[in-house]
């Protein structure tokens, strides 16, 4: 299946989890990549992941929370692929705590890096996806955006801010041919989370010592075993971006494993 021939994405987290994921499929089904990522070692790593398709992958380090880092990326992604027909906005951060103690600092980094990047990474590429073939960004929500996460107010806060951005976004551009609409992962094991639904040291603190785990007690996939893994949502970004995601746009997707009925 070669959707993605001759189309031109750039993927934002593209050094791990879901984002990474995301850049092999794109890649296996024909398309060129830039995968961008604040950590050089974690897109050193995709690329070796890509194999043979890495010949049609481009890797750039980027911040996507400060906005020179994120014009310079753009312009670079732009020149690199000739333009632009998608992009997947992957990136992002969880920090986990008990609200009364988390620092305006903690709070601040997770609206910077989830919400705030995830504007500044549209903003700078809208004028090359004008331009571009059957145009289509995706976001990253969350099902924290509608559904009870304890001990991440700010990572809840940032992904629904992401959710009615999509909305706006969609109606915004939609006579200009743009489609935007988003995902909502839980239950997922990525980069961001240890397999169990608690946030990596790598990414932030976990969960706290005396986290109550009855208050998860509806947090748990009916499919499966257990979380699923990064390749389950890479592969619903890759139909929303794809011409078989032609009619949707100004919605989101969740993928869950039926976690929340």
Same mark, same amino acid.
């Given at each position: 299946?070669? =959707?993605?021939?001759?189309?031109?994405?750039?993927?934002?987290?593209?050094?791990?989890?879901?984002?990474?994921?995301?850049?092999?499929?794109?890649?296996?089904?024909?398309?060129?990549?830039?995968?961008?990522?604040?950590?050089?070692?974690?897109?050193?790593?995709?690329?070796?992941?890509?194999?043979?398709?890495?010949?049609?992958?481009?890797?750039?380090?980027?911040?996507?929370?400060?906005?020179?880092?994120?014009? #310079?990326?753009?312009?670079?992604? =732009?020149?690199?692929?000739?333009?632009?027909?998608?992009?997947?906005?992957?990136?992002?951060?969880?920090?986990?705590? &008990?609200? &009364?103690?988390?620092?305006?600092?903690?709070? +601040?980094?997770?609206?910077?890096?989830?919400?705030?990047?995830?504007?500044?990474?549209? =903003?700078? #590429?809208?004028?090359?996806?004008?331009?571009?073939?059957?145009?289509?960004?995706?976001?990253?929500?969350?099902?924290?955006? @509608?559904?009870? &996460?304890?001990?991440? #107010?700010?990572?809840?806060?940032?992904?629904?801010?992401?959710?009615?951005?999509?909305?706006?976004?969609?109606?915004?551009?939609?006579?200009?041919?743009?489609?935007?609409?988003?995902?909502?992962?839980?239950?997922?094991?990525?980069? @961001?989370?240890?397999?169990?639904?608690?946030?990596?040291?790598?990414?932030?603190?976990?969960?706290?010592?005396? +986290?109550?785990?009855?208050?998860?007690?509806?947090?748990?996939?009916?499919?499966?075993?257990?979380?699923?893994?990064?390749?389950?949502?890479?592969?619903?970004?890759? @139909?929303?971006?794809?011409?078989?995601?032609?009619?949707?746009?100004?919605?989101?997707?969740?993928?869950?494993?039926?976690?929340?009925?």
């Amino acid at each position: 299946m070669n =959707r993605y021939e001759g189309r031109r994405a750039l993927v934002t987290g593209g050094g791990s989890g879901i984002g990474q994921a995301t850049v092999l499929r794109i890649l296996a089904e024909g398309g060129r990549v830039v995968a961008a990522d604040v950590s050089e070692a974690g897109l050193k790593d995709t690329w070796a992941r890509a194999g043979a398709d890495a010949e049609r992958l481009t890797t750039l380090v980027v911040d996507i929370s400060d906005e020179a880092s994120v014009r #310079a990326a753009v312009a670079s992604a =732009r020149a690199s692929l000739g333009g632009l027909d998608v992009l997947v906005n992957a990136a992002g951060i969880l920090r986990s705590s &008990h609200t &009364h103690e988390t620092s305006l600092a903690d709070f +601040t980094k997770v609206i910077a890096v989830n919400l705030t990047g995830t504007f500044l990474m549209i =903003r700078e #590429a809208i004028p090359a996806l004008l331009e571009g073939n059957a145009p289509a960004v995706v976001n990253f929500s969350s099902t924290s955006a @509608m559904f009870a &996460h304890p001990y991440m #107010a700010a990572y809840a806060a940032s992904k629904g801010g992401i959710q009615s951005m999509t909305h706006a976004l969609a109606a915004e551009y939609s006579k200009q041919g743009i489609r935007f609409t988003a995902v909502q992962p839980g239950s997922i094991s990525s980069g @961001m989370t240890d397999g169990s639904g608690q946030s990596k040291q790598s990414q932030g603190p976990g969960l706290p010592e005396d +986290t109550d785990w009855s208050l998860f007690a509806k947090l748990s996939p009916a499919l499966g075993e257990g979380f699923a893994g990064p390749e389950a949502v890479a592969g619903v970004v890759a @139909m929303l971006a794809s011409e078989d995601g032609k009619f949707i746009t100004g919605t989101e997707i969740r993928i869950d494993g039926g976690t929340h009925f």
